[in-house]
T-cell receptor, first 112, second 113 residues
Framework: GENVEQHPSTLSVQEGDSAVIKCTYS??????FPWYKQELGKGPQLIID?????GEKKDQRIAVTLNKTAKHFSLHITETQPEDSAVYFC???????????FGTGTRLTIIP | NAGVTQTPKFRILKIGQSMTLQCAQD?????MYWYRQDPGMGLKLIYY???????DKGEVPNGYNVSRSTTEDFPLRLELAAPSQTSVYFC????????????FGEGSRLTVL
């Protein structure tokens, strides 16, 4: 089955700086890679996703990049703000697969 | 629009007791999932369902059972609770494999003592 590794497990950045979280996956057939944000006491919420037919996708201050050859993808948050503090999860899913495999999460703390 | 609703939010069980975590969604989604979240371990899939009457095991099904008699409801049953089942449980739903996004409930924190 799919295995997703995520690094780092914790990340602290100064407000206004950029944050990068990286994930690798094992199944070369995976073709869908979402990122979820989990705020304290809440369920995870989708913030951005990318499919294997594109290499990069942006949405305002967040972007995701995908390297299919190396089987890794990354989340980039620019101009970080206090409300970006949360736990972020990457995930991967294969063609025709109903199940997402999640990474272990990154706790991001934005230092004012 | 309530989305995905989980009850209870908190529960303390004694070893050997049984209970059911309730999950309901009002988005007419066919796909529903139960995950558990343990510190530093991410989200592990317990069971999932692709439609009423159909359920399948995920990564960590032992000690749990599910049923899917309606599109809206997907209860998770814990039989003979054990300390290893202390966790936060999340229910999620999706419109289908092609639609991508999972919608999560707010979680149920279970402690087994």
């Amino acid at each position: 089955g799919e295995n997703v590794e995520q690094h780092p497990s914790t990340l602290s950045v100064q407000e206004g700086d950029s944050a990068v979280i990286k994930c690798t996956y094992s199944d070369s057939a995976s073709n869908y890679f979402p990122w979820y944000k989990q705020e304290l006491g809440k369920g995870p919420q989708l913030i951005i996703d990318i499919r294997s037919n594109v290499g990069e996708k942006k949405d305002q201050r967040i972007a995701v990049t995908l390297n299919k050859t190396a089987k890794h993808f990354s989340l980039h948050i620019t101009e970080t703000q206090p409300e970006d503090s949360a736990v972020y999860f990457c995930a991967a899913r294969g063609v025709g697969n109903e199940k997402l495999t999640f990474g272990t999460g990154t706790r991001l703390t934005i230092i004012p | 629009n309530a989305g995905v609703t989980q009850t209870p939010k908190f529960r303390i069980l004694k070893i050997g007791q049984s209970m059911t975590l309730q999950c309901a969604q009002d988005m007419n989604h066919n796909y529903m999932y139960w995950y558990r979240q343990d510190p530093g371990m991410g989200l592990k899939l317990i069971y999932y369902s692709v439609g009423a009457g159909i359920t399948d095991k995920g990564e960590v099904p032992n000690g749990y059972n599910v049923s899917r008699s309606t599109t809206e409801d997907f209860p998770l049953r814990l039989e003979l609770a054990a300390p290893s089942q202390t966790s936060v449980y999340f229910c999620a739903s999706s419109g289908g494999a092609g639609s991508g996004e999972l919608f999560f409930g707010e979680g149920s924190r279970l402690t087994v003592l």
